[in-house]
């Protein structure tokens, strides 16, 4: 019904700043809560950061709040997480995902993209 692509990772320095993108086809995203979550290697997929429908409320997961701003544009079809002091830790496939009534803000996504890596070195 959505089909979403993670687009905008990258390698950069401890310190530095990506922005993720997550493009929407097939309906804008007015319908939809939208998350961001990552899954490094060996270790279970962990939520980021969270949009609600209306694109008026958002939540983060402690681990990157006063870092990551998630974001909505004003054509509805592309979220956003701008990423600042990016650590190490923060290395792993970043996904975006869409949910329906109910999913906001860690659950449960019914729509997922591809994932983007994003690798954060010393």
């Known amino acids: 019904q959505v089909q979403l692509v993670e687009s905008g990772g990258g390698l950069v320095q401890a310190g530095g700043s990506l922005r993720l993108s997550c493009a929407a086809s097939g309906r804008t995203l007015d319908s939809y809560n939208m998350g961001w979550f990552r899954q490094a290697p060996g270790k279970e997929r962990e939520f980021v950061a969270a949009?609600?429908?209306?694109?008026?409320?958002?939540s983060y997961a402690d681990s990157v709040k006063g870092r990551f701003t998630i974001s909505r544009d004003n054509s509805k079809t592309t979220v956003y997480v701008q990423m600042n002091s990016l650590k190490p830790e923060d290395t792993a496939v970043y996904y975006c995902?869409?949910?329906?009534?109910?999913?906001?803000?860690?659950?449960?996504?019914?729509?997922w993209g591809q994932g983007t890596q994003v690798t954060v070195s010393s």
């Open positions: 949009i609600h429908a209306s694109g008026g409320s958002t």
């Open positions: 995902a869409a949910g329906r009534i109910g999913s906001y803000p860690r659950g449960p996504y019914n729509y």
